[in-house]
């Protein structure tokens, strides 16, 4: 679990999550179910919640990490949640031709 | 690492990123919303299974009306409950069931519906089939009809099955086949994984409990010892292959934790709606201690879940009671409410069916009482249903048209309403 | 094709307990008192 992820995840591409997932903040984080394969995931913090929302606004993930006040150092481990996240669909590539938004 | 016991519910401590912790300790404390619920949508049912949870048989004459029933819907869609399994009774026999399940669907509430497949016809099967948002379970406690049709009736295993193969026959893989796990029926573990990989559907094995009707027939149906083991190693094998509704958490204390959250949700992660809307902490513990309100009152359900002061004290943090010494605690987690509750067990000690043995111990020490195991506070039961036959080594039990006192004491003015330690359990 | 960098992939070879991730799946199925 997770390490496919983050062996495979590029910080460099553009993502978005995707218009069937539905996100639910929470306390600790947030949720996110997938209405088409009917995947859970939990995000376990607020950062990676502001990660995620942000994608669609930034041209990498890398991009989308920094913004969101994610250290170098901290990379690593917000790569395998991002993998993690790319696994399960919960998030995809955004093509050239997509707006983003 | 483990949250300060008097954060207060909902308080959003930031966390360092480098160690969010277990998920198990950050749902303790409680959603703002469920993440999936139960709900029954009617009692009315064309069965009457000797375990019934929600003892149901008679629709009850203030059922929610279709309009009642969208307005919840549209408090789910509001509060983003991503999922809800709908049941009763048998939900396919209420006029409206269709209706319903579309208005769900269309108001971004996913629905899996449980059934006995009574309703579930070629016609039925097809439109599932062109449906990505409805998933269907199918109940079966026996893959002979000898064994299953002991608990849940003649014509059941027919029944169950043809619905099964109509869903096959309109392409719809991946329903669910859901067997609750008895002693009569472990020993035939692998024959419904085959039966289950014949009709593409995927197995989930879940618990006994001692709820509803489920309560006169448990000593004679929950697992022995030694079938609890077989069940966990069989489990294991399979992995998330076979799902389990997260019903086995109990069973962490035999080695490494089952897939699922391994913690129980009620109240904290799920909930259950009656089919009068009543609110319960979940669909085990259909008893007045563990109602929490009801969906006709001003807020509804969005109050009942966020401001009941049941599941404000179900959110607190389980510091573990009489199970805080034992190394296994952090685990099983004391195991099922529900299931101590109605075997008359403290719910801040060892679950019946702990697997260190100290639920035995525990039953012991409560059976020199003369209080009552807590009743079920709600019986839909069918009034006219027959007594059923002993067919050769099946379950030796029978439907009675009233149920038996549990205890000589049963007549006393405090039956069914003592909770907590020291009450009897039911016949021994 | 994505380009695995040398600091994910050493990354990867930790062993991470499910404390330490930031996320975590858990079947929709997963979660008691639903039948």
């Given at each position: 679990?997770?390490?496919?992820?983050?062996?495979?995840?590029?910080?460099?591409?553009?993502?978005?999550?995707?218009?069937?997932?539905?996100?639910?903040?929470?306390?600790?984080?947030?949720?996110?179910?997938?209405?088409?394969?009917?995947?859970?995931?939990?995000?376990?913090?607020?950062?990676?919640?502001?990660?995620?929302?942000?994608?669609?606004?930034?041209?990498?993930?890398?991009?989308?990490?920094l913004a969101c006040g994610v250290t170098e150092a901290?990379?690593?481990?917000?790569?395998?949640?991002?993998?993690?996240?790319?696994?399960?669909?919960?998030?995809?590539?955004?093509?050239?031709?997509?707006?983003?938004? | 690492?483990?949250?300060?016991?008097?954060?207060?519910?909902?308080?959003?401590?930031?966390?360092?990123?480098?160690?969010?912790?277990?998920?198990?300790?950050?749902?303790?404390?409680?959603?703002?919303?469920?993440?999936?619920?139960?709900?029954?949508?009617?009692?009315?049912?064309?069965?009457?299974?000797?375990?019934?949870?929600?003892?149901?048989?008679?629709?009850?004459?203030?059922?929610?009306?279709?309009?009642?029933?969208?307005?919840?819907?549209?408090?789910?869609?509001?509060?983003?409950?991503?999922?809800?399994?709908?049941?009763?009774?048998?939900?396919?026999?209420?006029?409206?069931?269709?209706?319903?399940?579309?208005?769900?669907?269309?108001?971004?509430?996913?629905?899996?519906?449980?059934?006995?497949?009574?309703?579930?016809?070629?016609?039925?099967?097809?439109?599932?089939?062109?449906?990505?948002?409805?998933?269907?379970?199918?109940?079966?406690?026996?893959?002979?009809?000898?064994?299953?049709?002991?608990?849940?009736?003649?014509?059941?295993?027919?029944?169950?099955?043809?619905?099964?193969?109509?869903?096959?026959?309109?392409?719809?893989?991946?329903?669910?086949?859901?067997?609750?796990?008895?002693?009569?029926?472990?020993?035939?573990?692998?024959?419904?994984?085959?039966?289950?990989?014949?009709?593409?559907?995927?197995?989930?094995?879940?618990?006994?409990?001692?709820?509803?009707?489920?309560?006169?027939?448990?000593?004679?149906?929950?697992?022995?010892?030694?079938?609890?083991?077989?069940?966990?190693?069989?489990?294991?094998?399979?992995?998330?292959?076979?799902?389990?509704?997260?019903?086995?958490?109990?069973?962490?204390?035999?080695?490494?934790?089952?897939?699922?959250?391994?913690?129980?949700?009620?109240?904290?992660?799920?909930?259950?709606?009656?089919?009068?809307?009543?609110?319960?902490?979940?669909?085990?513990?259909?008893?007045?201690?563990?109602?929490?309100?009801?969906?006709?009152?001003?807020?509804?359900?969005?109050?009942?879940?966020?401001?009941?002061?049941?599941?404000?004290?179900?959110?607190?943090?389980?510091?573990?009671?009489?199970?805080?010494?034992?190394?296994?605690?952090?685990?099983?987690?004391?195991g099922c409410m529900a299931a101590k509750f109605f075997?008359?067990?403290?719910?801040?000690?060892?679950?019946?069916?702990?697997?260190?043995?100290?639920?035995?111990?525990?039953?012991?020490?409560?059976?020199?009482?003369?209080?009552?195991?807590?009743?079920?506070?709600?019986?839909?039961?069918?009034?006219?249903?027959?007594?059923?036959?002993?067919?050769?080594?099946?379950?030796?039990?029978?439907?009675?048209?009233?149920?038996?006192?549990?205890?000589?004491?049963?007549?006393?003015?405090?039956?069914?309403?003592?909770?907590?330690?020291?009450?009897?359990?039911?016949?021994? | 094709?994505?380009?695995?960098?040398?600091?994910?992939?050493?990354?990867?070879?930790?062993?991470?307990?499910?404390?330490?991730?930031?996320?975590?799946?858990?079947?929709?199925?997963?979660?008691?008192?639903?039948?």
């Amino acid at each position: 679990m997770g390490a496919t992820g983050a062996a495979t995840f590029d910080l460099d591409r553009a993502w978005r999550v995707d218009p069937r997932v539905s996100m639910r903040p929470e306390p600790f984080g947030a949720l996110l179910y997938h209405f088409g394969t009917r995947r859970l995931s939990f995000l376990k913090n607020q950062t990676v919640l502001a990660v995620v929302r942000s994608l669609a606004g930034h041209p990498s993930a890398r991009v989308a990490c920094l913004a969101c006040g994610v250290t170098e150092a901290e990379l690593p481990a917000y790569a395998r949640a991002l993998g993690a996240l790319a696994d399960s669909r919960m998030i995809t590539e955004r093509r050239a031709d997509d707006s983003g938004a | 690492m483990i949250l300060a016991p008097d954060m207060a519910p909902g308080g959003g401590v930031p966390r360092p990123a480098a160690s969010p912790g277990r998920l198990t300790d950050l749902f303790q404390l409680g959603l703002d919303a469920p993440i999936c619920l139960t709900w029954e949508l009617t009692y009315a049912c064309n069965l009457s299974c000797v375990h019934c949870l929600s003892s149901s048989g008679r629709r009850d004459p203030r059922e929610l009306t279709t309009d009642e029933c969208k307005a919840v819907i549209d408090t789910l869609e509001r509060m983003q409950v991503f999922y809800v399994n709908i049941g009763g009774g048998e939900p396919t026999v209420r006029p409206d069931f269709w209706e319903l399940v579309d208005y769900a669907t269309a108001h971004h509430v996913g629905v899996k519906f449980s059934t006995n497949g009574v309703r579930l016809d070629a016609a039925a099967a097809a439109r599932l089939a062109a449906s990505d948002y409805v998933d269907v379970q199918i109940s079966l406690d026996g893959a002979t009809r000898e064994v299953n049709d002991a608990v849940r009736g003649p014509g059941s295993y027919d029944t169950a099955l043809r619905a099964m193969g109509n869903l096959r026959a309109a392409g719809f893989t991946g329903f669910k086949l859901s067997v609750v796990m008895t002693r009569q029926n472990i020993p035939q573990i692998d024959a419904f994984k085959a039966i289950a990989d014949s009709y593409g559907a995927q197995l989930r094995l879940t618990r006994l409990r001692p709820s509803g009707r489920g309560a006169d027939v448990w000593d004679e149906l929950h697992p022995l010892p030694p079938q609890q083991k077989e069940l966990y190693d069989w489990l294991t094998a399979h992995g998330e292959q076979v799902l389990t509704g997260d019903s086995f958490f109990h069973l962490s204390a035999f080695g490494s934790a089952l897939p699922g959250l391994n913690l129980c949700g009620a109240g904290r992660v799920v909930c259950l709606i009656d089919p009068v809307g009543d609110v319960y902490a979940c669909p085990f513990a259909i008893h007045q201690n563990f109602l929490a309100g009801n969906v006709r009152s001003a807020g509804g359900f969005e109050s009942v879940w966020k401001t009941s002061s049941l599941f404000a004290s179900l959110r607190q943090p389980d510091t573990g009671g009489a199970c805080r010494s034992c190394g296994f605690y952090d685990s099983c987690r004391g195991g099922c409410m529900a299931a101590k509750f109605f075997t008359g067990l403290p719910l801040d000690g060892p679950d019946p069916e702990c697997v260190q043995g100290y639920g035995e111990t525990a039953l012991a020490s409560v059976s020199a009482s003369p209080v009552a195991a807590p009743r079920p506070s709600v019986d839909h039961s069918h009034r006219t249903a027959p007594a059923r036959s002993r067919a050769g080594g099946a379950v030796p039990v029978t439907i009675a048209r009233r149920r038996p006192p549990a205890h000589d004491c049963d007549e006393s003015p405090l039956a069914g309403f003592a909770a907590g330690p020291g009450p009897a359990p039911g016949c021994r | 094709m994505p380009e695995v960098s040398s600091t994910a992939h050493e990354a990867e070879t930790e062993a991470l307990t499910s404390e330490e991730l930031l996320v975590e799946e858990v079947s929709i199925d997963g979660m008691c008192g639903v039948y």
